[in-house]
Every structure is written in structure tokens, then in C-alpha cells.
């Protein structure tokens, strides 16, 4: 079982929703996104995204831009990005995601890229613009590899290209809470939630809910009827106001940690979940997967 399958499994067993925090690598420095990935890990983090700095980042806001100013500024590239999860590996076995551009992933190479990721320990890549369509000839490296593809959809896919997205992903659905670009907000979400009951209608892989879940309020609100919640900008925001603190990383992992429900929150919402479930239309029991590509 690779490793994102079973935390999500591992999860499910336990009652719990997952929490996946954003970091950019390289911000402020890679010595600083080694001992977050290992800090992120010890405050609860089910997977880690680990974004990939690139100079035209067009679906992310001004926060995750900024972060991506800052790496690129220190020369932060794919080689270095390897080698500070492979060190990391050696204190963690969180699952990490590499979030990233196509543009980046294409210069490095990408047969090069889905053997070296798979040799440093990274267990999937989400790539923002690169179409399903056209990705075939990535997810056949990654595969190869037993790298898990992640997939975004959003409010505007359609119900065919739900189908069509679900039949060729692993690891778990990326599922954005809202059209437009990375960014904190401060109103629920009900489009997310019906995106969510729209992925499960095809899939039984994990949905994780992200853009624009900033808060303790809004993960607990995102995890009554999805698998796991993503927070990327308060967290960014936070790597950029604690710059030049000496206890940056520990700070982060406090501010992480209260993100998170507590044990009790978790035993309130698994239920809220599974009944949601059952009163979606057309509901059957998540006991298979659909045929994908591998």
C-alpha cells in the first residue's frame, strides 16, 4: 500500500479528518523547509505540499507569489527541493506532495523527475496546468514509479469531466473550495461542499478541500464532509511574518497544531460525514476503486 492510501486509510480507521499543510520550498531558505517538513509532521500533518517555487505562479495569490519571489531569489530548484526531502526522510515519513507548475517539472526532465522524487521520498505531484489530458505521458513516469498523480477539480468541472478526472487519479482528489486564486477568506463555503458530494458520486479515492481555508473554524467546517482539509496562504503568511525569527519553525508548528480539531471535534464530525453521505443521491458503499491507469 503506498503511502498516502494508507494514512487516508489509516484516518478513516480512527474517525479522523486529515490536515495537509502548504510550505513553499525554499522559503525563506531550505534549511528552514527541512526542519518545517519534520516540525509539520510532529504537529499532526497527515501529508505535507511541498510547493515548488516558480517565477509566473498564475493560480496562486499574492501570499504563495511572494514565497515563490523569495525561494526563486535563493536559486531553488528542483535539485535542491530533492535533496531536502531526502534528508527530511531520514526523521519523517509523513507522505509529501510535490505541488508545482508544469513548467519546472518539464526543464527538469520528467522521467528523470518521477525516478529521482521516487528515490528522495516524495509519494505524489499535483501539477495546477497541466490538463489531464495531456498528461499521460507524466503519469506513466510517475506510476512507473508507484508515485501517486493528484488532481485538481473545481466548481466549474462538469459532471463528465469529473468521471473522467476520477478514473485517472491516485493517491486522493484535490477539490478547490472556489474559482479565482490561492487566498485566506473569511466566508463558508457551500460550493465546496457540493463539489465534494459531486467527487464522491464517482470515486471512492480521498477528497481534500483547499483554497481558502485559513482557520481552525473552516478545517472543522471542511473536514464534516471531506477527507482532509489543505491550508496554504495563513500558513505562507506566517513563514513570511516570522522572518528572521530564530524560532520560526516552532512557531509555525504551534500555529498548525491550532488548526487542527481536537479529539473530541474529530469524534463529532466522523459522523456528520457518514451521514451526509448516505443522503447523497445515488449513494453506494466506498468499498471499490475504479479502473485507472497506472
Do not use: C, W
Not at 495531456?134 to 473545481?154: G, R
Not at 462538469?158 to 487519479?169: E, N
Amino acid at each position: 500500500m503506498r503511502r498516502i492510501e494508507a494514512t487516508f486509510a489509516a484516518l478513516t480507521k480512527e474517525g479522523h479528518g486529515g490536515l495537509i499543510p502548504f510550505i513553499t520550498a525554499g522559503d525563506p531558505n531550505l534549511d528552514v523547509t527541512h526542519g518545517l517538513i519534520i516540525e509539520l509532521a510532529r504537529s499532526g500533518a497527515s501529508i505535507i505540499e511541498l510547493g515548488v517555487p516558480f517565477s509566473d505562479p498564475i493560480a496562486d495569490g499574492p501570499v504563495i507569489q511572494r514565497s515563490s519571489e523569495r525561494a526563486l531569489r535563493n536559486h531553488v530548484g528542483m535539485e535542491e527541493i530533492l535533496r531536502t526531502i531526502s534528508r527530511a526522510r531520514e526523521q519523517t515519513d509523513v507522505p509529501i506532495v510535490l505541488f508545482s507548475y508544469y513548467n519546472p517539472l518539464l526543464q527538469f526532465g520528467l522521467e528523470r523527475l518521477a525516478k529521482e522524487a521516487a528515490r528522495a521520498g516524495v509519494d505524489g505531484v499535483l501539477v495546477t496546468d497541466l490538463a489531464p489530458e495531456e498528461a499521460e505521458d507524466f503519469q506513466s513516469a510517475l506510476s512507473a514509479q508507484q508515485l501517486d498523480m493528484i488532481y485538481l477539480v473545481a466548481p466549474t468541472s462538469t459532471d463528465d469531466r469529473l468521471q473522467m478526472i476520477a478514473g485517472r487519479a491516485s493517491g486522493f482528489i484535490y477539490a478547490v473550495a472556489r474559482t479565482g486564486v490561492t487566498g485566506t477568506r473569511e466566508e463558508s463555503s457551500e460550493t465546496a461542499e457540493v463539489l465534494v458530494a459531486r467527487v464522491r458520486a464517482v470515486t471512492d479515492l480521498p477528497v481534500a478541500v483547499g483554497f481558502g481555508v485559513s482557520n481552525n473554524t473552516q478545517v472543522k467546517e471542511v473536514l464534516r464532509y471531506a477527507d482532509a482539509a489543505v491550508v496554504g496562504s495563513a500558513i505562507v503568511a506566517e513563514i513570511e511574518k516570522q522572518s528572521g525569527n530564530a524560532d520560526l519553525v516552532k512557531h509555525v508548528g504551534t500555529f498548525v497544531k491550532r488548526l487542527m480539531p481536537t479529539l473530541g471535534e474529530y469524534t463529532s464530525l466522523a459522523p456528520q460525514r457518514q451521514r451526509r453521505e448516505m443522503r447523497k443521491p445515488g449513494h453506494r458503499p466506498r468499498t471499490g476503486r475504479l479502473n485507472r491507469k497506472r
